[in-house]
């Protein structure tokens, strides 16, 4: 067996279907065609292992990898592209200027994404309309975005799928989701269409398919969890 695979059997995905940030990391290893584990978190009980990976936040995800702990999406992202750097398509781009743009995006969509998710859900209060009216703003800048990374190709990241697809990617099925519960249009073809074409594209790449849930599954999980009423 070679070293790679050796290290490829080793690695273990803490996390929960429902998370976005357990995607990226999923898509990720995908893209870089690494075998993992996905270790289901438990709902509202944080495991043990969990608890002594990530004893800092204890969030999900934890990437183990031959035992050792890497925590936080973005970084575990990262770490997947220099652990499997000849395997896959380069998911960080290798231009500086390139990098730090799509960095810059990245933050800004964890920014603005989790929390508006959360109150369009009902998870939390807040205000739909405007916190609609927030994502749809967010999401023009991203619809320029996408024209000046991608510069005409299929991605953020060019022709294949990069750091930026993935942040804002993982996203996509929440954003989905909370348009049917909170009845509002925010990836609206007709309003953004490069990005609107690019989110059906992402979601339907072979790395993505497998792991982002149907719009059906989130509603469905949102309204037994977030205790909101069923929409029509
Ligand atoms: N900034 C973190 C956010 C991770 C996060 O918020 N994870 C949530 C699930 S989506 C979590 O673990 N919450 C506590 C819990 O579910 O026990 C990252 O990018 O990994």
Known sequence: MSSEKQETAAVRVLGRWPSPFVIRVLVALRLKGVEYELVEEPMGNRS??????????????V??????????SLIIVQ????????????????????????RFWGQYVDDKFPSAIRVL???????????????????????????????GKDYFGGDSIGYLDITLGSHVGWVRAVERMAGVSLLDAAKLPSLAAWADRFCAHPAVADVMPGTDRYVEFSVKNDGVPKAN
Do not use: M
């Open 121 to 151: 859900r009902g998870k939390v209060a807040g205000d739909k309309d405007e916190t609609a009216a927030q994502v749809a703003a967010a999401l023009q800048h991203l619809e320029e975005a996408f024209v000046q990374c991608g510069q």
């Open 79 to 102: 770490y997947v592209d220099e652990v499997w750097a000849s395997q896959g398509p380069a998911i960080v781009p290798s231009d500086p200027y390139a990098r730090a743009a799509e």
């Open 63 to 72: 990437l183990l990898h031959n035992g050792k702990a890497v925590s936080e």
């Open 48 to 61: 043990e292992l969990l608890l002594a990976s990530n004893p800092v936040h204890r969030k999900i995800p």
